[in-house]
């Protein structure tokens, strides 16, 4: 099956394991930048030889970020950039990566746009009215999910931008041969733990699909409906604002996002709020929001009863407490009365009878208090809705399945579902191996920039489990160099025969913060959410010197593997 069938118009997905036509020109151009830089580092290399080499760049939130904007400028510096044939990214890096490539020469600008950057994260501002019309958007579409408003919202309060521009404008970018191949990868959220065929999802500017399954759709049309592997509804395409927030969601805990996004909530209801139409009278504002305050806030108490079941059924007491004192003055409401009745059952229930109880009060609450509003706070209502009963399912990147009833694919796992959901792939692996590590990419050298908080060698020990179970080559990782877990040193390098060589550099190690791990990685946690001008230098500072004392290893890696030149007559 090919993606666009000339002449025809249908749209199909194409089934297949070799590289998209974008790739392969990109990939063409790229050679010659490529041999240009070995040259540049005298490593003589023949044309038809020349290796591919990857940078991957884990996830860590604004961490990863920042470091992986120095890490390409310090690549840069020492020519090793001009070698890189891909540049794949999870999570926060992601958050860098697609900046990158609005710029057609951004390998040339890379000091300029990591300056723009840094001005940026510490100076930029919010562009509220974007943020609030996507929202209004994306709730009418049948697949919203959490993912909406964190991208729209706290993404975009945490980055100061909102970029509306599609993946697929990248293409320029990639093909004229100037910059390294982009690939970004999200998981499905219900098979991300036990990751098979059908759980990585890799994105570039030209196509996305499942390297796993051998199955890809145009970039343009992934967001579309499909079914047997045919187009049959166009739908936009996201852009690049919500897709930083599909690939990086995995900031923090469930209940440290659920809080972020409960925020946010509020915020969009106060600004909502705030630009309201004129009515025809006051009293039609005070009761719209009288009753979107009690919808509000009764779906609050609601999810938090639901999350305390989940963790201890002793805190479910204050949260009917909190209930009846908010429905308390609509005694005769049907909400207020199935609470009393739910209440007097509820610890003597099952979970399944908990769960379809917590139901029918949601339910309740809505047909009391939901209804008709005038019109933006009809918006608003639509809004809080349908982000409570996401929260409540906890439902993310929630998208159509482009492999719907597709019968050319043998996986009913995946084929049998209308929708998917993904969500941040840092979750599974917080370094894009699977996709990177397609055959078909040859790829002979990976330089893994590992930004991850905590342990430095999860990524590469789950990598190496990964590949084990599904087959791909991948160098033996001896456990016992992967010892020192807080004072790990700045290069690690795995190789073996017919296998991938790959360096790993852990980004806080005892050769650029010697005595300082923790303290580094204690300044600069995940969790962070904003950064002052001295933190932002303190962390590049670090970065630099860990290119500086890796690039010479580096160098003679590379030319291990290009080896000598042929002798030609």
Known sequence: METDVAGTGIVKVRISNTLSEGEKKAIASRKVKVKEGLDKLGIPCDADKIPNIAVLASGGALRAMIALYRTLVELKKYNLLDCVMYLGGVS??????????????????????????????????????????????????????????????????????????????????CENGKNPYPIYAAVDQETYQKQHAGTWFEFTPHEAGLPGLGAYVDIKYFWSIFQNGQMVEEKKAKNICYLKGLWGSALGSKEELKKKIEGSLRHLRDLLRHHTSTYSSSTDLDQDDQKLNILYEGYHSLLELHLSESLDGREAEKHFDDLENILKNYSSSKSYELLREIRQTWYSADEETR??????????????????????????????????????????????????????????????????????????????????????????????FDFSAGDPFLTIRQAAEYCDAHGIPFPKIDGGELQDIDNPSDCYIFRGEQVPTVMHFPQFNNVNCPGEVAKYREQFSTFKMSYSDEEIEKLLTATMKNVANVQEKIQEEIKRIVGPPSQKA
């Open 92 to 173: 926060g890096s992601t958050w860098c990566m697609p900046d990158l490539y609005k710029n057609e020469d951004w390998e040339d600008k890379i000091e300029t746009l990591e300056k723009r950057q840094h001005e940026n994260l510490v100076q930029g501002h919010l562009e509220i009215e974007k943020a609030i019309k996507a929202v209004l958007e994306a709730v009418e579409d049948e697949h919203y999910s959490l993912t909406d408003i964190w991208s729209y919202f706290l993404l975009h309060e945490l980055l100061n931008q909102f970029d509306e521009t599609e993946l697929s404008a990248h293409a320029t970018s």
């Open 355 to 448: 769960k379809n109880e917590h139901l029918r009060l949601f339910h309740a609450l809505d047909t009391d208090f939901g209804g008709k509003y005038h019109s933006d706070d009809q918006a608003l209502y639509k809004v809080i809705k349908k982000t409570w009963l996401c929260l409540r399912m906890w439902t993310w990147g929630k998208t159509n399945n482009f492999l719907y009833r597709c019968s050319d694919v043998e996986f009913p796992e995946l084929t049998s579902k209308a929708a998917v959901s993904l969500i941040d792939a840092g979750l599974a692996i917080n370094t894009a191996y699977p996709p990177i590590l397609r055959p078909e990419r040859d790829v002979k050298l990976i330089l893994s």
